[in-house]
């Protein structure tokens, strides 16, 4: 079968490989019918995730048909259309039965496996160990290019943005980073009933899709940012502040933006230390939350795009096959020079 093959920083190649094949009885072979590419990847490219090493398939977010089924595997079937998450899990070790499968002890003490510890979904088929587990039946009204987007960007928003943020009905939310991640917080913070939600951003295009979205009001950021939204909250100060860039200037308008009693819910991931004003925060009588994605949210997400309550599909704004799969990298590393969100890849 054909695969993206990580080869050291920098070094990708659409190439030949052996086929995916069932290791453990508790496996499925899905063949993959649309994936996409994360941020995550472009980290990975750029030799920042030391645990992927050459050799590697990228990709943890897929659609698919289940092809081959290990003997142990109860829940699924070949001929299954499922959904494949970033996260796996074993269902049984502590952090699984907590429901936080992000710590999945089994599979490697970490749920993020794909394209990372074992090889990923950018592929034509994948192994998903702990299958029963893992995967998620594909309802028969969501279509592959609504459900690939909750394999990862949409389940973070909302578990790691909106759920950890403690959104609740007339809330003001600020959401600073208007990628597929804060988007996705943009898109569920209104089903918790917040009153405003303000996107910032630098970019324009993420602006004009965040309204489409469902946020209130776009500010972009600058100098002002701070000031405006305050503008926008009647001096008070959003309840609920939402990191998704990941930089330290990002979290510290994020945190500047919350009143007393508000939470500052950080998604992004970060690669340096924060220097946060505590000497001002202790008094304000803040919480911050920051975390991994569980993906456990994925039912109750199906179920809303499903019921047409979640426009899943606006998320992709471009189409490519398999054989363009650089292209795909391209268009999605130089995201706003395209007025690109997220890619949707299928094999032809
Ligand atoms: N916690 C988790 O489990 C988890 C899971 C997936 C992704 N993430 C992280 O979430 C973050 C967002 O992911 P994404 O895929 O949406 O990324 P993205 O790069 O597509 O989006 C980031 C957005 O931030 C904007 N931005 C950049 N600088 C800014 C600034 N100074 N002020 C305001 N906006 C600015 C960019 O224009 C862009 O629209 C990343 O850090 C990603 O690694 C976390
Ligand atoms: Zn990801
Ligand atoms: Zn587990």
Redo the contacts with the bound molecule.
Sequence with gaps: MKALVYHGPGQKAWEDVPDAAIQEPTDVVVRVDTTTI???DL?ILHGDVAAVTDGRILGHEAVGTVTEVGDAVKGFAVGDRVLVPAITKCGRCEYCQRGMPSHCQTVGGIGWIFGHLIDGTQAESVRVPYADTSLYTVPGDVTNEQAIFLA??LP?GYE?GVLAGQVRPGDTVAV???????LSAILTTGLWGASKVIA????KF?LDKALEFGATDAVE?GASTVADVIALTDGLGVDVSIE????P??LL?TASLVRPGGTIAN???HGVPVELPMQEMWIQNVTLTM???DTVSIPTLLKMVASGRIPAEKMGTHTFTFDQMDDAYDVFKN??SNSALKVVITPA
């Design positions: 994360c941020g995550t980290h990862d960007s973070t790691v600073v980073g208007a990628g597929a991640v804060g910032i951003d630098t970019n993420r950021a998704a860039v990941g930089y200037e990002t308008t998604i992004g991931v975390g991994l994605v995201a706003a």
